[in-house]
């Protein structure tokens, strides 16, 4: 996968922001964390509509990434990946997903 010069994780766990933050450690890529939807839209106004947001499907609290991804859709972000670490089949649907992607950023295709 080839990616934006602006990348969004959005992921309750902090351990997978830290393997992403080392993998984009020497990158042209920018990438920064939030821990859920909501904090990332209170800042989405700072990231270009360009911008490629990846979004664990399990949030917490019983959210589901692939749910609330609409809201960041509705923004008019475009660029929306969702990231699990269960079977991809699990996951819904949605119109506004581009890819699902192991949540291990060494194994995206």
Not at 6 to 18: A, C, N, P
Not at 26 to 53: G, H, I, M, R, Y
Not at 57 to 71: Q, V
Request: glycine share 4%.
């Amino acid at each position: 996968m080839e990616f934006a010069p602006e990348i969004v994780l959005i992921d309750d766990d902090k351990i997978i922001h830290k393997m992403w933050k080392l993998h984009f450690s020497d990158s042209p890529s920018k990438l920064t964390c939030f821990s859920s939807v909501q904090e990332f839209l209170q800042k989405a106004e700072n990231f270009p509509p360009t911008t490629q947001v990846f979004i664990d499907c399990h949030l917490g609290d019983g959210l589901r990434g692939e749910i609330e991804s609409e809201k960041i859709y509705n923004r008019g972000f475009s660029e929306i990946h969702i990231t699990t670490s269960a079977n991809p089949n699990e996951i819904q649907s949605k119109s506004w997903i581009r890819s699902i992607q192991p949540k291990r950023i060494d194994q995206f295709s």
